[in-house]
């Protein structure tokens, strides 16, 4: 249990200096609460966005992109 229970001690830490840093870092430790959701929304909402389009459009187009480069080398 002692080990178990130090290395979640220790990722919860890091995790939490993560979210400090993300926090300093994006000026949120000045907003209030509500304000914070808003923006954390924001932000996931993009990352979300942009996952999606990784999976479900970069992969077409990287084909695409193929399909021209040997058309233009050969």
Request: no cysteine; net charge positive.
């Amino acid at each position: 249990m002692g080990i178990v229970g130090n290395n979640y001690v220790e990722k919860r830490g890091k995790l939490a200096r993560l979210y400090y840093l993300y926090e300093v870092t994006t000026a949120l430790y000045m907003l209030e609460p509500w304000e914070k959701f808003i923006v954390n929304g924001i932000v996931i909402w993009l990352l979300l966005f942009f996952m999606y389009s990784m999976v479900a459009i970069f992969p077409g187009q990287v084909r695409y992109l193929n399909k021209q480069i040997a058309s233009y080398l050969f």
